[in-house]
């Protein structure tokens, strides 16, 4: 008699993108402007630049399709940043040049990082020209410099949450706030850049579970939304985002992982999704403690808010001493 066994039935189901996350079949044309697009009104002389007037200087950094340069106005001296896009780059980062014009034509924050004017060549190279932040980014700072003390953290924070605020109450989500996306200038002036994976929520519903943005710093609805992302805010997945960049700031490494580790998709699937929340910093004081905690909740409706986070005495309280000194 011929023994049948159950055939076991696994749940290999993943969310599927949205229909906007899609990789199209042909690369798009450049969009045309809006009439008040902020590339053209950001000021009087920016408006007038052309790829002519400015002066090659450096590269400041490769990666995602393209190069950016430290340039100079030939007739003002001026330092700017180009990030150039090159015409034959995979449609995916095609796409994703796009979404970020469209956030940057909009976006008008001294938290976020300024766009002068957007360029198409001849070749196809789509090139951003933007404000130049002559420290870097917060990663570079931390690989140079070493951990940041909690009044700094403080201020970052302060600074990114202004950031998040801003674009939040104008239904754009980052989707992949981390320290190298945290540029920062002499003054330790911090401004959210990158919006190749940012998402502009035309209505307060709209999903936003999609895999995109670096995987180390997603939430845990982000990689588990059926377990974690019941009626979840969108936007709360940028605060856990932030509550991990300031933890390895303060630490000097990513903090779920031991120093060292490169963390891997399944291994930090595993940490985000299944282990407890990352733990408070050893020698934290109590209010950033119960920050982090605001931060790091795994379901994402007892997260905090940026507005009330903005307000949270671990914020207040350094913000006052530093005003005082």
């Not at 999609?210 to 709360?236: H, I, K, L, Q």
Request: charged share 20%; hydrophobic share 35%; proline share 8%.
């Amino acid at each position: 008699m011929a023994l049948v066994r159950d055939r076991r039935h696994l749940n290999l189901k993943l969310p599927l993108p949205d229909i906007s996350d899609r990789r199209p079949r042909f690369p798009l044309p450049l969009p045309p402007p809006p009439p008040t697009s902020h590339s053209t009104s950001s000021s009087s002389s920016s408006s007038a630049i052309t790829t002519a007037d400015l002066e090659k200087l450096q590269v400041l950094g490769h990666g995602n399709g393209g190069t950016v340069y430290q340039v100079r106005h030939k007739h003002t001296s001026a330092l700017y940043a180009l990030k150039v896009v090159h015409g034959d780059s995979d449609p995916t980062i095609r796409r994703q040049v796009f979404r970020e014009m469209e956030i940057l034509r909009r976006a008008d924050s001294p938290f976020v990082v300024q766009c002068h004017g957007i360029f198409e060549k001849p070749s196809g190279d789509i090139a951003f020209l933007m404000e130049y932040m002559d420290s870097g980014t917060l990663d570079t700072l931390l690989k140079t410099k070493g951990t940041f003390s909690e009044p700094s953290l403080a201020s970052i924070a302060t600074q990114v949450l202004s950031g998040l605020n801003y674009l939040h109450s104008h239904k754009i989500i980052h989707r992949d706030i981390k320290p190298s996306n945290l540029l920062v200038n002499h003054k330790m002036e911090v401004k959210i850049a990158d919006f190749g994976v940012s998402k502009i929520m035309c209505r307060t519903l709209d999903p936003c579970n999609s895999y995109v943005g670096t995987c180390a710093y997603m939430s845990p609805e982000r990689f588990d939304p059926d377990t974690y992302g019941g009626n979840y805010n969108g936007y709360a997945g940028d605060i856990w985002s932030l509550g991990l960049t300031l933890m390895e700031l303060y630490m000097g490494h990513f903090p779920l992982l031991p120093p060292g580790q490169r963390p891997d998709w399944a291994t930090l699937m595993c940490a985000i999704c299944f282990g407890e929340p990352p733990s408070s910093p050893e020698g934290a004081s109590d209010d950033f403690r119960s920050f982090l905690e605001c931060c790091l909740q795994k379901e994402s409706g007892k997260r905090w808010s940026t507005s009330q986070l903005l307000n949270h005495p671990f914020l207040s309280s350094n913000n006052l001493k530093s005003s005082n000194t």
